[in-house]
């Protein structure tokens, strides 16, 4: 689990960080710190969902047997496809 949320921070603050540097380059700083919290506050959600999904399909390191990581994965797959 700590893997997933290692990504997911890492994913969401990279994107963040070109929300930044988009609105600070082009209407100043002030504008960029709010890009910046904007994005990071909706990106986090889907990207925890992906990342999550990703791990549960493809890594082999998670016990199956773990009903919270199964359920909590089909859970988050159902809302990742019903967003789209």
Do not use: C, D
Not at 6 to 15: G, Q, R
Not at 24 to 47: D, H, N, W
Not at 49 to 75: D, Q
């Amino acid at each position: 689990m700590a893997q997933i949320v290692k990504l997911t921070l890492v994913l969401t603050l990279l994107f963040t960080a070109y929300l930044f540097a988009a609105g600070a380059l082009k209407e100043g700083v002030e504008t960029g710190i709010y890009y910046a919290a904007l994005g990071f506050g909706s990106l986090i959600f889907p990207f925890f969902v992906l990342v999550f999904v990703y791990h549960w399909l493809v890594s082999r390191r998670f016990n199956y047997s773990n009903l919270l990581l199964r359920f909590g994965a089909r859970t988050g797959f159902i809302t990742a496809v019903s967003l789209v």
